[in-house]
């Protein structure tokens, strides 16, 4: 084999791991799940002994079932009023923060960001089993405290407070991931614009609002969709306080639900087509945001 020849090859022998990776670990349970939303089932007899099962061609029968579904409308709206609720308060405070820390008045920054990123290395099972302990009366140190104080501290784990429990788990473990993205956005800006800046005048509110902002806005744009994504699969927080109340039910995010069909009822062709839906919810809402947004909000990198 030539020289040249060897080269040409070298970007392909680089790229084969990460393509064996890709294949193995996404394309094909991908492409398995699709094959298993459009099969079924079929019982002959009393369901016993062997060859009473048998797999067969559904088409689209299992999405149909999955969209009519009540429990799965239920899980999605109630997944979206929890992205209203979270993703808002993730990124102000990632940005707060950053804007916070790269201030020249800013103190003790490197205790600063590993404080506020610490939560983050924290897995959700772990950060999740912490809060359900902080938030059940019979243990909280906070519901101890009120008691002695003779306040009524609300139930969180109730009805109508149980997903703003289960949103400040997902704030408090995203918001230090956000904000060192946003802060390394935020130290790539040159101090000349800053020295600028200040010569015409511009305090540090005006610095953050006009030059600062702008800057991180692409930033801005790629952790919003992360936080989406993050939305849509939302999984360990729920399931982890649902043993300590009964408001939680076994389909209340379209993964549970996903859970519950395959695990529980043991139907994975349903199981498989609404996970089907909810990839591709996830592909239009990210691609179709950033397809919105990239003329405006990524003009400054493609000039």
């Known amino acids: 084999m030539s020289r040249s020849h060897r080269r040409s090859l070298a970007p392909y022998a680089f790229l084969a791991p990460a393509m064996v990776l890709f294949v193995a670990f996404l394309a094909l349970p991908i492409g398995y799940a ?6 079924t089932v079929k019982v002959r007899g009393l369901g016993l002994g062997k060859g009473s099962r048998e797999q067969v061609w559904a088409g689209l029968s ?3 079932k999955a969209l009519s579904d009540p429990d799965f409308a239920g899980s999605v709206l109630r997944v979206a009023a929890y992205g209203v609720i979270v993703v808002p308060i993730m990124l102000g405070l990632a940005l707060l923060f950053a804007l916070l820390l790269d201030s020249p008045r800013a103190r003790v920054r490197r205790f600063s960001r590993l404080a506020i990123f610490l939560p983050y290395a924290v897995p959700a099972v772990i ?8 938030y059940l009366p019979s243990v909280s140190p906070f519901h101890h405290v009120a008691d002695r104080l003779g306040w009524d501290l609300p139930d969180v784990l109730s009805s109508g407070s149980v997903i703003f429990a289960v949103a400040n788990i997902a704030v408090w473990g995203g918001v230090g991931f956000n904000m060192v993205v946003i802060f390394t956005a935020l130290k790539a800006i040159p101090t000349e614009i ?5 010569l015409d005048g511009c305090g540090q509110f005006a610095i953050a ?12 744009i790629m952790t919003f969709v992360f936080s989406i994504i993050a939305t849509l699969q939302v999984f360990a927080e729920p399931v982890t306080l649902r043993p300590l ?13 996903v859970y519950r069909d395959a695990f529980t009822r043991d139907d994975i062709y349903s199981a498989a087509a609404t996970s089907v839906i909810l990839a591709v919810a996830t592909f239009v809402l990210s691609f179709g945001f950033l397809r919105l947004v990239q003329n405006r909000a990524f003009s400054q990198e493609n000039r």
């Open 209 to 220: 609002w006009r030059i600062k902002i702008p800057v991180v806005m692409p930033s801005l």
């Open 194 to 198: 800053y020295e600028a800046a200040e």
């Open 62 to 64: 299992n999405y149909s």
């Open 127 to 134: 950060s999740s089993l912490l809060w359900g302990f902080l």
């Open 34 to 39: 699709v094959y298993l939303s459009l099969r």
């Open 245 to 257: 109340t009964n408001t939680i039910s076994s389909t209340w995010t379209p993964l549970m639900k």
